[in-house]
């Protein structure tokens, strides 16, 4: 009987190891899951940073090129405004008359 007891002992123990050992594999899996799970979440979260600085670089840029297109109309139309009087002051002698002997 002693014998049958330990016997019965020794295996029940053996049977706690082998379940001891699965639930230490079975924690370093949901360990590892965990970690997994974070990286995901924080990449996710870097992903949504990055989004959003990158739409506002990009208004920004849409809103520097638009005052560029701005600013270089103006200037265009300045231009126009030089050649206009360059071309009036080239022929003013057209407009006005000369007094004779006066050069």
Not at 2 to 21: D, G, I, Q
Not at 49 to 72: H, T, W, Y
Request: no cysteine; aromatic share 2%; glycine share 4%.
């Amino acid at each position: 009987m002693v014998e049958k007891n330990l016997e019965t002992s020794t295996k029940r123990a053996v049977a706690a190891e082998k379940k001891v050992e699965m639930l230490q594999q079975q924690l370093l899996l949901a360990q590892s899951q965990k970690s997994t799970d974070s990286m995901q979440a924080l990449h996710a979260q870097q992903l949504v940073a990055v989004r959003e600085k990158g739409n506002m670089a990009s208004a920004k840029l849409m809103l520097a090129a638009q005052q560029a297109d701005k600013s270089i109309r103006e200037l265009m139309g300045g231009v126009e405004s030089l050649k206009y009087v360059a071309d009036l002051l080239a022929s003013i002698d057209r407009f006005a008359e000369v007094p004779p002997g006066v050069d």
